[in-house]
């Protein structure tokens, strides 16, 4: 939103380092919401009033911002400030798409398996095997080598989990 103050004086250009009241009930407002600001790309100033010189003044009075909930959930997502063009603001971008992982779901690792008899040799057999390359290059071919083993184990010891785990509520 267009808030017509900056929250801290760093977002003003130029020789105001005073903290003025207006910024101060503004901080105080942000804090009683319990928002805070989107991460932001682009310009880190958001409105200029267009002169060039001396009488230059910038300032960051847009922001993009969301509660605890819309930033645990939309980490993600970021602000983008684009250059103005003919206003005296830039305008606020907001990608209200999530990336596309294009390909199958991520992986994700069960706590569940490693209570599992052979989960540890499973993970034993598999980083004991010979890869080269540079350290990091050797711990990701290891992981990549030890998702199918674990997803093997899961199809034949863990397939009715989801089952169970209805059965149980």
């Known amino acids: 939103g267009d808030f017509n103050v900056s929250r801290y004086p760093r977002e ?3 020789d105001r380092p005073l903290l003025s009241k207006a910024m101060m ?10 928002v805070k600001d989107l991460r932001q790309t682009g310009h880190l100033f958001s409105w200029s009033n267009k002169r060039t010189g ?12 969301g509660n605890w909930l819309w ?16 206003s005296d603001h830039s305008p606020c971008i907001l990608p209200f798409q999530r990336p596309n992982f294009p390909g199958v779901r991520p992986f994700k690792y069960l706590n569940v398996w490693a209570s599992h008899s052979s989960f540890l040799s499973v993970v ?4 004991s095997r010979c ?3 540079s350290p990091l290059e050797v711990v990701g071919q290891k992981l990549r080598m030890l998702k199918p ?9 863990f397939k009715d989990l989801v089952s169970v785990c209805a059965s149980l509520k």
């Open 12 to 14: 003003h250009s130029g």
């Open 25 to 34: 009930e503004f901080d105080q407002c942000i804090r009683k919401c319990e």
């Open 54 to 65: 001396v009488g230059a003044v910038a300032k960051k009075i847009d922001r993009a911002m």
């Open 71 to 86: 930033l645990k959930e939309c980490s993600d997502f970021q602000a983008h400030f684009p250059p103005p063009d003919i």
């Open 124 to 127: 034993e057999e598999v980083w």
């Open 131 to 133: 890869v080269e390359g």
């Open 149 to 157: 083993a674990l997803k093997e184990l899961h199809r034949t010891s």
